[in-house]
């Protein structure tokens, strides 16, 4: 998957920034603390950041839209968030967790307006995992010589039965299975207690079993 590069004229605000200060040792510090170095105008803290989660951000982002060109535009917008919030940005929870806070925002809101436009293909949760060459464990795969079609029939209905799950679900679905995140982490992200999290993962997966078990 392509790599994220930020539009210059969109980070144009940069160029009065202060200066870089002398470099530190970033893969060293707490990205907690890159950003206060950041609010004190180490641009090459942002640049670090950039590097290190982009293509994490792109691939969430292209989970939620499956689409090349938006999920880099959203993970753009990410990272120009990140940005504009360096003065405000108060070290009270991990750095990853704040991103990801945005990024499912921001996912969030772009699947309420653009709802009507999209078509039933928006999140393949049984497609191959372009890194581990994996499918989620939803349903098993049917070996034998129409195991094609039967795929074909199960990404369909997963495809539509995963978008009429409510938000938070959806989000939490990606995240436990494409970002590896676990349940204290995705309760970060969505501020919900790790009891909580683990009820709506449980309520997501039984209603995604419940629609598909023709599949299973």
Do not use: C
């Not at 998957?1 to 510090?29: C, D, G, I, W, Y």
């Not at 039967?150 to 799950?165: D, F, G, P, S, T």
Request: hydrophobic share 40%.
């Amino acid at each position: 998957m392509a790599t994220l590069a930020v539009n210059p004229t969109l980070l144009k605000n940069l160029e009065t920034a202060e200066p870089h200060r002398s470099s530190s040792n970033f893969a060293e510090m707490d990205d907690a603390v890159i950003m206060l170095e950041l609010r004190a105008g180490n641009m090459a803290g942002f640049d670090y950041l950039i590097q290190k989660y982009r293509r994490p951000i792109v691939h969430f982002m292209y989970r939620m839209v499956h689409n090349q060109a938006i999920a880099e535009e959203l993970a753009q917008e990410v990272f120009l968030r990140v940005y504009r919030s360096r003065e405000t940005y108060r070290a009270e929870a991990r750095f990853s967790t704040w991103l990801y806070r945005i990024a499912t925002n921001l996912g969030v809101n772009h699947a309420r307006d653009t709802r009507h436009e999209r078509a039933a293909s928006t999140v393949y949760l049984d497609e191959v995992d372009s890194e581990t060459g994996t499918t989620p464990d939803l349903a098993d795969s049917t070996p034998g010589v129409e195991s094609n079609l039967v795929r074909q029939e199960r990404m369909a209905a997963i495809r539509e039965h995963v978008l009429a799950l409510p938000d938070r679900q959806r989000m939490a679905v990606l995240m436990h299975k494409y970002e590896g995140m676990d349940y204290k982490q995705i309760g970060e992200v969505l501020k919900l207690s790790e009891s909580a999290t683990k009820s709506l993962l449980f309520r997501a997966y039984q209603t995604l079993r419940g629609k598909l078990k023709g599949f299973i």
